[in-house]
RNA sequence: GGAGGGGUGGGUGAGUGGUUAAAACCACCAGACUGUAAAUCUGGCGCUCUGACGGGCUUCGCAGGUUCGAAUCCUGCCCCCUCCA
């Protein structure tokens, strides 16, 4: 790699927005004044790999260093992934298959590379050193750390005296992700502010060995569209990257006003000056948040499809959603397949519902009711077998549809 | 090697022989309200039959057993955790 690189004139687009913490800042805007390539290390565990918006903080992070002319360094966590990263305490280990971890992987680069440049990305495999480690390695490894340190480590502090279990290999995580640092000669290491131990472990063995340490550079968590918890797969609150562009812009929208923002600063390239004119305005109450929140679904939106997805989502969101209107798409059945079904059994053949149950339950609710081609909107009770024709929907609930058809 | 605690519906978690399809809370679904969202209120939230009333079936780690009746008692097995050594 060449070493073409911008020393901005303003470091805080850098060293503020979307950060929560730099350790050391100082150590850090020194490194970028030397005008050489700095090595970014990103690490990932191939047992999730699904990426979100909460991994797009960091990532834009990534992108941004790039465009100064630095080199980012993916590491596959593909032996950390079979233990399991403790941070965030949940005790869970799956074990992968060797073409599982593949899948992922490329899965994830996929993604990764929506934000990210390629080309100035070198991927490497953990599984090139750690393959070849020995008992030796690890002792000498292991040898370098007190189990005191780590059970400090607020993670295995509260599950101790919550005589919650703590697996050896879990104490292990860290020191494999601190080895991978020394051996990528890793100047910046970028996580989430919950990787924080994870991080320093691999500052602190680098100048054990000798090297200069790194960088530790931390990212906000991103809290879901619930508004409460961090954003993760697992809590059901995220929106990832591969969503459908409705889906998308639905999720942004479903975000609670507050949040509106944070999303701004850590996931767009709004200015910060215009961020805090939209906050002060909500909080003036002189404009609607919606309509930030549109802009705010829109961009995203675009940046993970493009302007004319963006555009149709949007135009989506507002005739089913604002106006309760009928999308311009819908799943179709044949007339002649499901013409002669009681409401009930249209409802769990169409998918509607996901039982009998469910579809009495939604019936006697009032959720269901079918739109004729005319416009005319017929309400239906259970039992019923409506005479249907071709054109007309049926609906229940906001968002589930189905169009009968010749 | 020894002692103890525990496995309940998507999650947390109550329940120690019938009144328990199983409290409560969260999540979720629907309705009302609503300029998105939030908040609030109402209803729902195993499967199945029924327009409804109501019925049937399956469920509390797994397999057996006791009993008119078991998530609750007994036996065996599997799994998890803590402590002592």
Redesign the pocket.
């Given at each position: 790699m060449t070493g073409q690189v911008q020393i901005p004139e303003n470091l805080s687009a850098i060293t503020r927005r979307g950060v929560s913490r730099i350790i050391s800042e100082a150590e850090f805007t020194a490194m970028l004044r030397q005008g050489r390539p700095l090595r970014l290390k990103m690490g990932f565990d191939p047992s999730r790999p699904d990426i979100h918006l909460g991994h797009v903080v960091g990532l834009r992070k990534l992108r941004q260093m790039q465009d100064l002319g630095h080199q980012v360094i993916l590491i596959v966590g593909d032996w950390t992934a079979q233990i399991g990263d403790p941070s965030g305490r949940s005790a869970t280990r799956t074990m992968l298959t060797h073409a599982e971890v593949l899948e992922n992987a490329e899965s994830y680069m996929r993604q990764f590379f929506k934000v990210v440049d390629r080309e100035r990305t070198q991927v490497e495999w953990q599984s090139q050193w750690f393959g070849e480690f020995t008992l030796a390695n690890v002792i000498e490894l292991t040898s370098r750390f007190t189990v005191n340190q780590f059970l400090h480590r607020e993670d295995f502090a509260n599950r101790y005296a919550d005589?919650?279990?703590?697996?050896i290999t879990e104490l292990l995580y860290p020191l494999m992700q601190a080895y991978d640092s020394v051996v990528i000669e890793s100047d910046v290491e970028f996580g989430g502010t919950d990787q924080m131990f994870n991080l320093l472990v691999g500052r602190e063995l680098q100048g054990m060995m000798g090297q200069t340490p790194q960088q530790c550079f931390m990212m906000p968590i991103l809290v879901g569209t619930?508004?409460a918890r961090k954003m993760s797969k697992s809590l059901?609150n995220y929106v990832a990257l591969e969503e459908p562009p409705q889906d998308m812009y639905g999720k942004l929208?479903?975000?609670?006003?507050r949040l509106i923002t944070s999303y701004y600063e850590y996931l767009t390239d709004v200015p910060d000056a215009d961020i805090a004119e939209m906050q002060q305005s909500m909080a003036s109450e002189t404009a609607?948040?919606?309509?930030f929140?549109k802009g705010l679904a829109r961009r995203i939106t675009a940046a993970f499809h493009d302007a004319g997805a963006a555009e149709s989502a949007e135009t989506h969101f507002e005739q089913v959603?604002?106006r309760r209107d009928l999308p311009d798409a819908m799943p179709e059945y044949r007339l002649a397949d499901i013409g002669d079904l009681s409401i009930?059994r249209l409802l769990?053949q169409t998918g509607m519902a996901?039982?009998?149950?469910?579809a009495?339950?939604?019936i006697?609710?009032?959720?269901v009711e079918i739109i004729r081609s005319s416009g005319e909107r017929v309400s239906v009770?259970?039992?019923d077998a409506p005479a249907l024709a071709a054109g007309d929907v049926l609906r229940?609930?906001?968002?589930?549809f189905a169009r009968v058809v010749e």
């Open positions: 005589n919650q279990p703590i697996a619930d508004g059901d929208m479903s975000l609670p006003d609607n948040p919606m309509d929140k959603v604002q009930n769990t996901s039982s009998n149950a469910e009495r339950r939604l006697g609710q009032g959720a009770a259970a039992g229940a609930g906001r968002r589930r």
